[in-house]
Structures are given as structure tokens and as C-alpha cells.
């Protein structure tokens, strides 16, 4: 599948953003839909993730309720709406796909990923 992110951008601490995910190219309805994040000097983290045909959703504790993963079947989009954002979310993020039933939280297990798009939080 091809996947394009969008929605990064510069925000205060305790802002919000939502990230997009447009994702075409083949039937995904058996495809686990990842985001990821990169900060500088750091490894590439799983930040959610989401079922697209169940819905069932995974988060890394440093995002549990703060951020939500969604998926929009009419519109092929994968949503990541972030609240309460702070200066330590800084990082490029990524979208990400694999076609698999249970939600990897490893990079290595996405086959597929979108460009990243940079979201910087000031403080």
C-alpha cells in the first residue's frame, strides 16, 4: 500500500494537532495501520496503532490519554488527533502498514511507510 502522512506543524505545549494518513493501493481490510515517531538521535518508536477492519486499538504508555488513533473506511484516511501535546512529542512521525491481525509495536514489523511529516512542540 502507498501511504502519505500530512498535519505536522509547530504548536505550543498543551496544544493540539491531528495527523493524517491517506492510504491507497490495494484491499487493506486485513491491515494493522501503525504511527510511529522519530526524534533526533533517537530510535524510531511506536507511538499507536489500529486495526482497520476490528477498529481495536494499541498505544505506548507515554501517549495513553493524550492521543487516538482512528481510521475513516469511506475515506481510505488514518487519523492521529494529539492533545495535551508536549515538548518531549518533538519528532518526525510516520504512518505505517502491514497486513497481519494482531497491532506490531516494533518498526521492523510494518512493511509499508509513509514519508514523515515533523511535529514541534515549543515549550
Known amino acids: 500500500v502507498q501511504l502519505q502522512a500530512s498535519g505536522g506543524g509547530l504548536v505550543q505545549a498543551g496544544g493540539s494537532l491531528r495527523l493524517s494518513c491517506a492510504v491507497s493501493?490495494?484491499?487493506?481490510?486485513?491491515?494493522?495501520m501503525g504511527w510511529f515517531r522519530q526524534a533526533p538521535g533517537k530510535e524510531r518508536e511506536f507511538v499507536a496503532g489500529?486495526?482497520?477492519?476490528?477498529?481495536?486499538?494499541r498505544y505506548a504508555d507515554s501517549v495513553k490519554g493524550r492521543f487516538t488513533i482512528s481510521r475513516d473506511n469511506a475515506k481510505n484516511m488514518v487519523y492521529l488527533q494529539m492533545n495535551s501535546l508536549k515538548f518531549e512529542d518533538t519528532a518526525v512521525y510516520y504512518c505505517?502498514?502491514?497486513?497481519?491481525?494482531?497491532?506490531?509495536?516494533?518498526?521492523?514489523?510494518?512493511?509499508?511507510w509513509g514519508q514523515g511529516t515533523q511535529v514541534t512542540v515549543s515549550s
Open positions: 493501493g490495494r484491499t487493506f481490510s486485513r491491515y494493522i
Open positions: 489500529i486495526s482497520w477492519s476490528l477498529g481495536s486499538t
Open positions: 505505517a502498514a502491514v497486513e497481519t491481525f494482531t497491532i506490531p509495536t516494533n518498526a521492523m514489523g510494518y512493511d509499508d
